[in-house]
């Protein structure tokens, strides 16, 4: 069964779409700002109903009891965050709500799909640049169905490092993260970059225009859809400590291949951050 999931793969391309036309409109009106973990961390009204449209449409078609669902607002809302063999759809609405709330003008939808535990494709809708990416097991990956490939720099003199300081403002991990950055510009490398979303950061690897992306803190549904881009490439992922990639760890890094994502692991600085999968505190 070659072609099982090829109607999900189309299917959620079209969805994907859907909401970043969604998401495009709601940034001409007055955006509600909340806040969820922290003042720093936002959530708005279009987050959640993009969600419900993804999550919705979804349902519709794949049936409600056949496949799970992780998508970030459902999970602030108390939903388990746990991957199992099952078909799982893995959902960020909007990944770089901050940009969204500030105008800044990268946003993505993103969107995957696993089965077994085993990633077969993402979908990354960057839609204020109205770029699509893609990519399936197997099968390569895609920005507006042109074949995209990463970087083959080798020496991380000539390269371009992104990074992101997250929302989590605890002065000693917010320390380590500036002096990981720090020793990353003086290696000296090109230049560092941040686009504000893990998802877009991803696709810039996936599409040679950075050779990695790494963080601590992010969370499954911001990287999922970008590991199988990146990994379709051409790229590689592991885990910062250079173990193998988890994607429920909150911590990893994409690369255009082993000698630039090693170099740059040396640097980095680790800090604790609680699983996406941990068993949920009771209060
Ligand atoms: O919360 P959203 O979905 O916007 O996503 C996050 C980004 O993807 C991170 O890279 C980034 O560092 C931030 O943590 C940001 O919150
Ligand atoms: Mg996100």
């Known amino acids: ?28 009106c007055e955006i509600k700002v909340q806040t969820k973990s ?10 959640e109903r993009v969600e419900k449209i993804i999550i919705g449409s979804l349902k519709e078609q794949f049936g409600e009891g056949t496949h799970c669902f992780i998508g970030e607002e459902s999970v602030a809302k108390g939903e388990p965050c746990i991957l199992t063999d099952k078909p799982t759809w893995i959902i960020d609405p909007v990944d770089g709500t901050t940009n969204f ?4 003008p990268f946003v993505a939808v993103s969107i995957a799909f696993a089965v077994n535990k085993e990633l077969e494709f993402g979908v ?17 990956a895609f920005c507006d169905d042109e074949p995209i490939q990463v970087s083959d720099v080798k020496d991380i003199h000539k ?10 403002r605890d002065k000693q991990k917010v320390k380590k993260i500036f002096s990981t950055m720090q020793k990353i510009l003086c290696i000296p490398v090109h230049g560092l970059r941040g686009s504000g979303t893990a998802a ?13 992306f790494f963080e601590i803190g992010i969370h499954c549904w911001d990287i999922a859809a970008g590991a199988v881009i990146v990994k379709e490439a051409g790229g590689v992922l592991l885990d910062v400590d250079g173990g193998p990639f988890d994607l429920m760890s909150r911590r990893m890094i994409s690369a255009n291949n082993m000698v630039i994502a090693e170099r740059i692991i040396k640097e980095i600085e680790i800090f604790d951050s609680v699983r996406d999968d941990a068993p949920i505190q009771k209060k």
């Open 1 to 28: 069964m070659a072609d099982q999931w090829q109607e999900a793969y189309d299917f959620a391309v079209q969805v994907a779409r859907a909401a970043g036309a969604v998401i495009r409109k709601a940034g001409e």
């Open 38 to 47: 922290c003042t720093v961390d936002l959530v708005t009204q279009t987050d």
């Open 101 to 104: 709330v500030h105008g800044f």
């Open 124 to 140: 990354i809708y960057s839609c204020l640049e109205d770029k699509m990416y893609k990519a399936r097991k197997g099968r390569g």
């Open 159 to 168: 390269s371009i490092i992104i990074s992101e300081h997250g929302t989590d």
């Open 200 to 212: 877009t950061n991803m696709c810039l690897v996936a599409s040679g225009a950075t050779e990695a």
